[in-house]
């Protein structure tokens, strides 16, 4: 977590129950639903600087890949534009999910433009590059039905 935000001195951990009305708003948002294990549970890290505030926002995500999760980590500032995203594990054999053109691709975009992130990426898909903005999208939807809305 200090990787994206090297500044923070401390973080605290907020765990939000996903009611089944809200659940539904995320899917209807997204278009398809969530994986199980996601549908009950959104979880992030509230990053705080020298004096307690909060700096940001860590968010570890993990999404199907064709050979098990793939799970990736990023950051969101204060005005809630991705400022970092780095990939933490994944057994995929493609990996041009990993290239860091295709990560550099989110970062500076804000959570308001999450739906258009597949609209991104113009090189040659495939299940690692689609599950990343899958994933990306789901948390960011997430969060902004969840937190921002009111919910947390």
Do not use: C, H, W
């Not at 990939?87 to 959570?111: N, V």
């Amino acid at each position: 977590m200090t990787r994206i935000f090297p500044e923070a001195r401390d973080y605290k951990t907020v765990n939000v129950r996903i009611p089944a009305d809200k659940r539904k708003m995320i899917e209807e948002k997204m278009g398809y639903e969530l994986l199980p294990g996601q549908q009950d549970q959104f979880q992030y890290f509230e990053m705080t600087g020298e004096k307690g505030q909060v700096i940001g926002t860590v968010i570890a995500a993990s999404q199907k890949g064709e050979f098990g999760a793939i799970e990736f980590v990023f950051g969101l500032d204060t005005d809630m534009v991705i400022n970092e995203i780095y990939i933490q594990r994944a057994r995929e054999r493609d990996t041009s999910f990993k290239d860091q053109d295709f990560l550099d691709l989110f970062a500076g975009k804000s959570i308001r433009e999450a739906a258009d992130f597949d609209k991104l990426y113009n090189g040659d898909p495939s299940i690692g590059t689609d599950a990343v903005i899958r994933g990306l999208k789901k948390e960011l939807i997430a969060y902004e039905t969840l937190v921002l809305a009111g919910g947390a």
